[in-house]
């Protein structure tokens, strides 16, 4: 079992920048792969970032692709999901989640957090 808890979510500014954290509980986080998603009103659940359990191989979605970046320290059970040059259609609420396999579709991952939500004004 793992619970897992977003944060560093809020408001700001076209251009700027937010980190969001997740931090897991149990001491099997580094057994799991870690997604980032976001949901926007009316829209379905969209991929954003995953990583692999030693901290390599991040993957992106095009759309956050050489501006965002996702990291994990084993150590702190936390992943990060560093993002910058935030436009208003990266408004969202933001999840984490922890899988035992490598894939980008939601329904794959087993645990996934409460949501954050980062709203990005123009």
């Known amino acids: 079992q793992v619970q897992l808890v977003e944060s560093g979510g809020g408001l700001v500014q076209a251009g700027g920048s937010l980190r969001l954290s997740c931090a897991a509980s149990?001491?099997?986080?580094?057994?799991?792969?870690m997604g980032w998603f976001r949901q926007a009103p009316g829209k379905e659940r969209e991929f954003i970032a995953r990583?692999?359990?030693?901290?390599?191989?991040?993957y992106y979605a095009d759309s956050t692709k050489g501006r965002f970046t996702i990291s994990r320290d084993n150590d702190k059970n936390t992943v990060y999901l560093q993002m910058n040059s935030l436009k208003p259609e990266d408004t969202a609420v933001y999840y984490c989640a922890a899988s035992q396999i490598r894939t980008v579709r939601a329904g794959w991952y087993d645990y996934w957090g409460q949501g954050t939500q980062v709203t990005v004004s123009s």
């Open positions: 990583i692999a359990r030693s901290g390599g191989s991040p």
């Open positions: 149990g001491r099997t986080f580094s057994s799991y792969f």
